[in-house]
């Protein structure tokens, strides 16, 4: 008997605009990858060799257009599932006019699978995951020991994992489990400054207004470990 996987998301029916409705329709052939079962040449799919740096669940995309724009020098690749978050960047990267950022609209776990090759990736994002705070629901949560191991085996040695919460609660889980990988070391001594490169959202800004604290977890895949 096949048992279906548990969803560390749930496709709402959240409303998407016209504009990100055309941009499904017009941007995504040109700004995205489409999703298939078989390894993806990087260095092909953005036409040149850089640094790659896969983000999961970019949300409405802004951090991710900023983050591209402001570092010419990497090539992001973002995956999101839900319509108005793609249609959102895809508009973004087309009136920014970032040639290093590309979208997959799928999960995120299936394209780490069949669509990543083993040390690609320089780099992983994944900031602000849903919390899932409900604990019934925590075994929803992305960031689990499996991922983390198929993480591993994608970065590159010295590459480094890259997680943002404002959820104290899964903040010292994601750290728990990170700190269980072997392949992985911590660059602080439990939660890391948050890196320059990561932009400050209007929410996370009014949060922080309100006394509400936000945890960076940085940590590098061991260079030994190829």
């Known amino acids: 008997m096949n048992h279906r996987p548990i969803r560390s998301y749930v496709l709402r029916q959240g409303r998407i605009s016209s504009a990100q409705t055309r941009a499904l329709e017009t941007l995504l052939p040109r700004h995205g990858i489409p999703f298939q079962e078989a390894p993806l040449d990087l260095d092909a799919a953005f036409g040149r060799s850089a ?15 900023k ?3 402001e570092h010419p020098e990497n090539d992001y690749l973002g995956v999101e599932v839900h319509a108005p978050g793609v249609g959102s960047l895809l508009n973004q990267i087309e009136e920014r006019g970032l040639a290093n950022l590309r979208v997959i609209q799928h999960d995120a776990v299936e394209v780490l699978r069949h669509m990543i090759a083993p040390a690609s990736l320089d780099g992983v994002h994944i900031f602000f995951p849903d919390p899932w705070h409900k604990k019934k629901h925590n075994k929803r949560r992305l960031i689990q020991p499996e991922l983390v191991a198929l993480l591993c085996d994608k970065l590159k040695p010295g590459g480094y994992l890259h997680a943002a919460t404002d959820w104290q609660a899964y903040a010292e889980h994601i750290l728990a489990v990170l700190s269980a990988e072997p392949k992985l070391a911590n660059t602080a001594a439990d939660y890391a400054p948050k890196p320059d490169y990561r932009p400050l959202t209007k929410f996370e800004q009014r949060g922080i207004n309100l006394g509400h604290g936000v ?11 190829r």
């Open 67 to 69: 983050i591209a724009a």
């Open 215 to 225: 945890w960076d977890i940085v940590f590098t895949k061991d260079p030994k470990n």
């Open 51 to 65: 640094p790659k740096i896969l983000e999961i669940g970019f949300g409405m995309g802004d951090s991710t257009a």
